[in-house]
C-alpha cells in the first residue's frame, strides 16, 4: 500500500474515482457520465447520474458514487456527502465510502462529522488508523488538538520523514500547550526532499525565518517547479503565524496560499476551509 503523506493530493477514493467499490458500471448512461467526469465535465456527469436516479426504485451505488465525486468537483461538498452518506447506508462495511464522506465534510467545513466518518472507516480497517493524517487535520479545527496530537504521532509510525506531519503536531500541541511546548517536542525530521519542507521544518524548529522560506520557495517555482512550492510556503507561513497568535500575518499568507487555485489537492482545500472558518470567527 503507497504511504499516504500530507502532500498527496487526496486519498485515491477523492480524485473523482468512477466506479462504486468492487463494481463497474452496467449502463450506457452511467458510462457516459463516467466519461464526462474523466473528461472534466462534472456538471453533464451530475446531470446524468440525477437523471439515472430519478428512473431508479432504489438507490444505485454507481450512479451515486459518480454523482457524489462529480460533485465535489463542482465545489458543492455538501451535496457530494450526502451522496456519499447514501453510499455508507448500502455499502455498511466498506471503508473507502466513509474515506471519501470524512473528506467531503471536511471540505464543508463539518469537523465533527469529518471526524465521525474518517472513525468510521478506522473501525472498519484498524489498518487504516495511522494513516489518517485527515483526521487529525480535523481534529485541529474542531478544537481537538490532543485528539489531534496522537494522529500525527502515530503517523509519523508509517511516514517518519514528513515535515508537514511535524508541523501539525506542533500546530496541535502549540494550540493545547502553548508555543514554547511545541517547538520543544517537535518531531524530528532529517530529509524530506520537497521544497521548501525543509526550510519550514527550520521556521517551526526556530533556525530559520518566513522570508528563507519564501526565498526557497521562490528559487525552486523560478527553476520551473511551478507554483507548488509558493502555495506550500505561505501555507504554513500562515499556519507558522497561527501558532504564534499572530492572527494578521497568518491571514495574509493563507489568503495568499488560497490565490493559488488548486482545487484537486487536499491541502489547497485545507487552506480554503482555514480561511473560511477563521474569517467566520473574526
Known sequence: MPRLTLHTAAWVVLACACSAPG?????????????????????????????????????????????????????????????????????????????????ALFKAGDMESSIQAFDAAAARDASLGPHLWQRGIA??????????????AIHRTVNPQDVENSVWHFLCVAAEQGFDAARSGLIPIDRDSRVP?????????????????????????????????????????????EAQGDATRSADHISKAVEQRRPANYMWQVARVHQQLRSGAE
Open 197 to 241: 519542507m525543509m526550510e519550514v521544518f527550520a521556521l517551526f524548529g526556530g533556525a530559520a525565518s518566513a522570508e528563507d522560506v519564501l526565498e526557497a520557495a521562490g528559487r525552486a517555482s523560478a527553476s520551473g517547479n511551478g507554483g507548488g512550492p509558493l502555495f506550500y510556503a505561505h501555507l504554513y507561513i500562515g499556519l507558522y503565524f
Open 23 to 103: 463494481q463497474d458500471p452496467d449502463s450506457e448512461s452511467l458510462r457516459d457520465a463516467a466519461a464526462a467526469l474523466r473528461g472534466g465535465d462534472a456538471e453533464l456527469a451530475d446531470r446524468i447520474a440525477t437523471n439515472y436516479l430519478e428512473g431508479q426504485d432504489a438507490p444505485d451505488r454507481n450512479a451515486l458514487w459518480i454523482r457524489a465525486n462529480a460533485r465535489e468537483a463542482l465545489a458543492d461538498y455538501s451535496a457530494a456527502a450526502t451522496d456519499y452518506e447514501s453510499l455508507a447506508r448500502l455499502d455498511s462495511e466498506e471503508p473507502r465510502v466513509q474515506l471519501a464522506l470524512g473528506g
Open 139 to 152: 481534529h485541529y479545527y474542531a478544537g481537538r488538538f490532543k485528539d489531534g496530537a496522537r494522529q500525527f
